[in-house]
């Protein structure tokens, strides 16, 4: 594998937190593989697929929830922000002959509310209110 060109690079590096723009909301069912406190970090593997494709991704922890909540082993509901920044055409062309990489832009997760689902017997949720039924 070749190492990036210097002009591939200086667009990678350009990108910043104003590079990204909300693409829209999704939500998902999944369980946590990484949670990483510290860092506001966590790793979700998801049931379905995200609209990038994937099923597993890094995430931003909004600072309105509470991490010692989250539990790994335990299926929740998960509600994201998507966030992108575009790339131009010549790096993702770059990148697909040289890497097989398709990307048309550089994602960003953010985990902004989550529920456990009721079958699994844990009660409660995290970052919602949300009355006993």
């Known amino acids: 594998m070749s190492e990036l060109p210097k002009w591939a690079e200086d667009e990678i590096n350009s990108i910043t937190d104003s590079s990204f723009k909300l693409e829209g909301e999704w939500e998902g069912t999944g369980y946590f593989l990484d949670i990483e406190g510290k860092s506001r970090l966590v790793d979700i593997n998801f049931y379905e697929r995200l609209p990038n494709g994937k099923h597993i991704i890094t995430a931003r922890v909004s600072d309105a929830l509470n991490m010692d909540e989250f539990r790994k082993g335990i299926v929740y509901t998960y509600r994201l922000r998507i966030l992108k920044a575009s790339i131009s055409d010549r790096l993702a062309e770059y990148l697909r002959k040289n890497f097989n990489l398709n990307m048309d832009g550089v994602y960003r997760f953010e985990l902004y509310?989550?529920?456990p689902l009721e079958d699994v017997g844990y009660e409660?949720?995290?970052g919602e209110d949300v009355g006993e039924e």
Do not use: F, R
Request: proline content about 0%; glycine content about 16%.
């Open 113 to 115: 509310s989550l529920e």
């Open 124 to 126: 409660g949720s995290v």
